[in-house]
């Protein structure tokens, strides 16, 4: 699997939007990108993915670069309850037992 | 909605003690897996199962084993706990069908090995 690469921590104004950047520059041509988010003391929970096209769920957008070797999660109007880890992971599409491998992520902090 | 639990959110033993981890998901997913998670380090893949009895190491299994007897349970072991297995566990499950390699995770247990 490919790996990524993220900033460890940003600061983000409440109503403002986040900007997550993700590097993954030796994703090959069917890995996808998908962004799960660890709010503190529970288990990580599935936000948004993409192969090449741009994506937005009613959580977030995603935005991923034609050389695909970026990606930017976009939390339109961030609340203090965004506040969380956020993993950008790259993987193949769904097979038996396909495993994401987690990174550092990037700790996000929403202040008032 | 999809719901994983697992058997304790908190818990303690003691070193060579031999600790269960329990691992229920309600959704019919065929897919389950064993995480545990520490400062510094992320989340690291123990073992994964994508059928009933079948079982796959992670990344690092040394300490562990898994049991899959039925489709809905996936149990973790530490057959000798030791100090270094303390840590917080999370137990994931994903289907087979869709498109999304999407995983639903447990609350976790925080295990504590004195």
């Known amino acids: 699997d490919a790996k990524t690469t993220q900033p460890p921590s940003m600061d983000c104004a409440e109503g403002r939007a986040a900007n997550l950047p993700c590097n993954h520059s030796?994703?090959?041509?069917?890995?996808?990108v998908y962004w799960y988010r660890q709010i503190h003391s529970q288990g990580p929970q599935y936000i948004i993915h993409g192969l090449k096209n741009n994506e937005t769920n009613e959580m977030a957008s995603l935005i991923i670069t034609e050389d695909r070797k970026s990606s930017t999660l976009i939390l339109p109007h961030a609340t203090l309850r965004d506040t969380a880890v956020y993993y950008c992971?790259?993987?193949?599409?769904?097979?038996?037992?396909?495993?994401?491998?987690f990174g550092g992520g990037t700790r996000v902090l929403v202040k008032p | 909605d999809v719901k994983v639990t697992q058997s304790s959110r908190y818990l303690v033993k003691r070193t060579g003690e031999k600790v269960f981890l329990e691992c229920v998901q309600d959704m019919d997913h065929e897919n389950m897996f064993w995480y545990r998670q520490d400062p510094g380090l992320g989340l690291r893949l123990i073992y994964f199962?994508?059928?009933?009895?079948?079982?796959e190491k992670g990344d690092i299994p040394e300490g562990y084993s898994v049991s899959r007897e039925k489709k809905e349970r996936f149990s973790l072991i530490l057959e000798s706990a030791s100090t270094n297995q303390t840590s917080m566990y999370l137990c994931?499950?994903?289907?087979?069908?869709?498109?999304?390699?999407?995983?639903?995770f447990g609350p976790g247990t925080r295990l504590t090995v004195l």
């Open positions: 199962s994508y059928d009933v009895k079948m079982k």
């Open positions: 030796t994703i090959s041509g069917n890995e996808y």
């Open positions: 994931a499950s994903s289907p087979f069908s869709g498109s999304v390699n999407e995983q639903f």
């Open positions: 992971i790259v993987s193949y599409l769904k097979a038996a037992g396909n495993k994401l491998t």
